[in-house]
């Protein structure tokens, strides 16, 4: 292929000298080296093809490609993620739940509280102490729930057949509230009505007894400044729930029958 004549590279030469349209859009250190690029063209006989254009365009391709990014565990300014458990905290980017102070959060409350006045509650009745019921108490039994109530022998006997039936709460409630009318002190009065609460009347107890709305609505208003008395609204209610679901059930249950023949086989042996 024939040389270009001096008239065509003074052409050429006149021609690529001027700045190009594009050329403007370039950072001053791109511009200058496309512009060398372009006089080492001119002045290199027996080519007329650009090529430093196209090895310009794939420099700037290279150029144009995201850097690659450092790994997150490389970093040593962000935590990794084996150590957002022990640098996190409330705040922390992650919203992650091995952030330390959930974790402690959680850890407070799954541990179990042990109360305040843990030895006032021992001073609730749990068994009553009584003797053996005669013949003619647990035949009188039969007669009214009332008499089952009256005496100590009944209500054990009561009781014991209620710990069958899984409903023993309703008994243990009934004796905690008359424990509570004997009360005088108003600390003890306050520690004791606590107590009752939290056993029978909360919701998150497992010893729940069953009352209605309006009841535990206006044990929940004087429970402010409780006082003796109450219960005394949930106390009639367990009463009567007592009476009249359980009480026919003890009365034909086998551990009364039983009871009341061995008592009966006692006294004609005697």
């Known amino acids: ?17 001027r ?21 080492q063209t001119v002045e290199n ?6 090529k430093p254009m196209r090895s310009e365009r794939t420099e700037m391709r290279k150029r144009q490609m995201p850097a690659p990014q450092e790994t997150t565990g490389s970093m040593p300014d962000q935590p990794g993620a084996g150590d957002r458990g022990s640098n996190a905290c409330c705040f922390c980017w992650c919203c992650c739940c091995s952030c330390s102070c959930l974790t402690v959060r959680n850890q407070e409350e799954q ?29 009188a039994w039969a007669q009214s729930f009332d008499k089952v109530m009256l005496t100590p022998a009944g209500r054990n006997a009561f009781r014991e057949f209620l710990r069958t039936e899984f409903s023993e709460e ?19 009065i306050e520690e004791k009505a606590r107590i009752i609460y939290e056993d029978y009347i909360s919701i998150l107890s497992p010893k729940e007894v069953s009352l209605d709305s309006r009841v535990r609505e206006v044990i929940n208003r004087n429970m402010v400044e409780p006082s003796q008395h109450i219960f005394d609204d949930a106390q009639l209610q ?10 026919p059930r003890f009365m034909n249950s086998a551990l009364y029958k ?12 005697a």
């Open 170 to 188: 309703n008994m243990l409630f009934w004796m905690a509230c008359e424990e509570l009318k004997k009360e005088a002190n108003k600390t003890i």
């Open 238 to 247: 367990i009463y009567t729930l007592m009476h009249r679901d359980s009480y």
């Open 258 to 269: 039983d009871l009341l023949q061995s008592l009966a086989e006692k006294s004609v042996e």
């Open 111 to 139: 541990r179990p509280r042990r109360p305040s006045h843990e030895l006032r509650r021992e001073d609730l009745p749990t068994c009553e102490e009584s003797p053996s019921p005669t013949l003619e108490e647990v035949n």
């Open 45 to 50: 006989e027996g080519s007329t093809k650009v």
């Open 1 to 17: 292929m024939p040389s270009p004549s001096q008239d065509n590279q003074e052409c050429l030469q006149k021609h690529f000298s």
């Open 19 to 39: 700045p190009s349209a594009w050329k403007q859009f370039l950072p001053l250190p791109r511009a200058e080296g496309y512009k060398a690029n372009i006089h």
